[in-house]
Every structure is written in structure tokens, then in C-alpha cells.
């Protein structure tokens, strides 16, 4: 059985939903694929694992690193399983690319080199953002290309975690602006 909860943080509503295991997932209100896999047999109930996403997410949110990791259990294939693994280790305050990612799961599986669009993929796939940190990846030249919860929210995780934004910049899409800067009232930082 699934449970979920709803999550109000500073930059939008959460759904959350666990099993008896752990996390499934962690959406944004509205977000790109948002409750993709959830079942509609579903109890809004606060079971343990739920709990503790909320306490990482309030810990989280008021600008410190948790220094626990709530019960997950994400689904997916071994490859997407192994590419998350990565993003769980990647520090709070600190990203990569998708192309560093794609090397380091090269050498972990004894490969030349593994495409960094393939790692793309898996990190798109990932239905438990924030805890495991897909915001983290960027472009290998600082574009912060890909967050299903959208650009805006992947600017104000990274700046919520000291990143020092003037090394990303916004993909070019019709009049978007192209770099980052200002603050958002909630967090301190705004979105451009």
C-alpha cells in the first residue's frame, strides 16, 4: 500500500508518498511528471517514513543540512537505481555535471564510457528529488539545464544550499533570461 502527505515549503507544495519500506517519491505541486507511477489506491496517512521526509524537508528548508537520510525506496531499473546512488552522494552545497556522472558509473561498471544523455535520463527519472539531489547536476559549461520541478525551483535549491550561482546560468529558450542573479523573498534569493 502507498501513503502519502502533503508538504507546504517556501518554494511550493510537496507531495510525498511512501511504502511500508520507504519514500517512493517526492514531487512539486504541478511539477513535470508530477505522481508519475503513483498508484490511485492510495491512504493519506503520516506512516514513519513519511515523518521523517517531513523532518529532513523542515531541517532542509530552514537552510541547514540534514545529516540523516529518511527511509527511500526508489523504483527503477538497475541502471537508474545505480545513477541515483550516485546523486545521493553528491554533497549538500556542491554539484556536478551529467557528463562526471557518466564517467564515474563507467568505471564503476568496468566500461570505456557511458553517455552522459543515458545519465540524463536516469537523473529525469528520478521521483524522489531534493532528498536524492538531481537538482545538483548541471551542464558541464553551468547551464542548469533539466529539473522537472522546474528551473526556478533548481536555482533556489542550489542557492538555499550556498552554491555560488554566478558559475550557472539559465538555458537560452525564446526571451528567458540567460544568467542568474537577485533574491528570492522566501529564501533569500529570487528568481530572475
Request: aromatic share 10%; glycine share 12%.
Amino acid at each position: 500500500m502507498i501513503f502519502t502527505q502533503h508538504y507546504d515549503s517556501p518554494i511550493g507544495g510537496i507531495l510525498l508518498a511512501a511504502d511500508e519500506i520507504g519514500l517512493t517519491g517526492l514531487w512539486f505541486d504541478g511539477q513535470k511528471y508530477f505522481a508519475r507511477g503513483l498508484p490511485m489506491e492510495r491512504i493519506q496517512q503520516n506512516i514513519p517514513a513519511l515523518a521523517e521526509a517531513q523532518r529532513w524537508l523542515a531541517i532542509y528548508f530552514s537552510g541547514r543540512e540534514p545529516e540523516f537520510t529518511p527511509p527511500l525506496h526508489p523504483v527503477g531499473s538497475a541502471f537508474r537505481q545505480a545513477v541515483w546512488d550516485i546523486l545521493l552522494h553528491i554533497p549538500y552545497g556542491q554539484t556536478t555535471t551529467y557528463g562526471k556522472i557518466a564517467r564515474q558509473l563507467a568505471e564503476k561498471m568496468g566500461l570505456s564510457q557511458m553517455s552522459a544523455q543515458a545519465v540524463g535520463g536516469a537523473v529525469g527519472h528520478n521521483e524522489i528529488s531534493i532528498i536524492i539531489p538531481c537538482h545538483r547536476v548541471v551542464g558541464t559549461n553551468g547551464s542548469l539545464t533539466g529539473y522537472a520541478g522546474g528551473i526556478g525551483r533548481k536555482m533556489q535549491l542550489l542557492e538555499l544550499e550556498h552554491n555560488d550561482m554566478t558559475r550557472f546560468f539559465m538555458p537560452k529558450k525564446g526571451s528567458a533570461p540567460s544568467s542568474f542573479s537577485g533574491h528570492h523573498p522566501t529564501l533569500g534569493s529570487k528568481v530572475p
